[in-house]
Each structure stands twice: as structure tokens, then as C-alpha cells.
Nanobody, 111 residues
Framework: QVQLVESGGGSVQAGGSLVLSCTVSGCTGGMSWFRQAPGKEREFVSGIGRPGNIHSDSVKGRFTISLDKNTNTMYLHMNSLKPEDTAMYLC?????????WGQGTQVTVSS
């Protein structure tokens, strides 16, 4: 059974930084971070990839995704945060045709 538990969200001023964590168990597929702001569709943020990780254009150069295989924890390091980064951040496991989501962690960036 796949379980994803996010943590690390909070409130920060524009220009600040946060690190999100996703503790993962049972995921043998692709792993990534998504976010969803109120009234907007869920959007891709960053993903663990081979040979390299991938980031959306809106966060490229500011966010970094990483995976610690020893602790089965996926991280999202977020720098130079902007008010438009405000959203619920969710981690995702894509295993063949089945998608698993965590419960999400809220990030709020004030100007």
C-alpha cells in the first residue's frame, strides 16, 4: 500500500524559503510535487526524473526537488518565494495506471 505524508508548510514573506518533506512508503513509480491554489486547477511543480529532475517554468531556478532513498523522503526546497506560490502542495506517486496523493501541506506567501 502506498502512503504519502507531507509536512513543512507554513507562512512566509515574499523572498523567503521553505522546505517541504514527503515521507513515502510503498511507491515504486514516479514521484513528484504538485500544487493547487483556491479556484485553480492542480498543477505540476517538480518531479524526480532520469537522468535529471524536472521543474515547471514557474519555479525553475527557485525550487529544487530531491529524494533521500535512505529515509524514503522526498524534499522540495523552495527559495525566493512569491505570493503566487501560495497553494496547497501535494506529493504524488504514479504507479503504472494508479495515482496516489498525500493529504497536502499549505504554503502561504505574503507580500
Amino acid at each position: 500500500q502506498v502512503q504519502l505524508v507531507e509536512s513543512g508548510g507554513g507562512s512566509v514573506q515574499a523572498g523567503g524559503s521553505l522546505v517541504l518533506s514527503c515521507t513515502v512508503s510503498g511507491c515504486t513509480g514516479g514521484m513528484s510535487w504538485f500544487r493547487q491554489a483556491p479556484g485553480k486547477e492542480r498543477e505540476f511543480v517538480s518531479g524526480i526524473g532520469r537522468p535529471g529532475n524536472i521543474h515547471s517554468d514557474s519555479v525553475k531556478g527557485r525550487f529544487t526537488i530531491s529524494l533521500d532513498k535512505n529515509t524514503n523522503t522526498m524534499y522540495l526546497h523552495m527559495n525566493s518565494l512569491k505570493p503566487e506560490d501560495t497553494a496547497m502542495y501535494l506529493c504524488k506517486c504514479q504507479r503504472v495506471l494508479t495515482t496516489f496523493w498525500g493529504q497536502g501541506t499549505q504554503v502561504t506567501v505574503s507580500s
